[in-house]
């Protein structure tokens, strides 16, 4: 299995392009798992992510 491990810190503007460009790629998705650490953001960047629960793994850290 791969594993893509993303770190975030405030990229809202970013981070829904990321997982995206992730997501699509052409290997099976069993083959393949997304982590995304979400450092603290103090932006929408959580909410983002909450959108792609059923599809990546997210761990939001309380303190960066």
């Avoid at 990321?18 to 069993?30: E, F, G, Y």
Wanted: proline share 2%.
């Amino acid at each position: 299995m791969i594993s893509i491990i993303i770190t975030a810190y405030n990229y809202e503007k970013y981070i829904e392009r990321a997982l995206r460009s992730c997501l699509d790629q052409s290997l099976p998705r069993s083959q393949y798992e997304v982590i995304v650490v979400n450092d603290c953001s103090t932006d929408n960047t959580a909410k983002i992510l909450a959108n792609y629960s059923d599809e990546i793994q997210i761990h939001n850290l309380k303190k960066n």
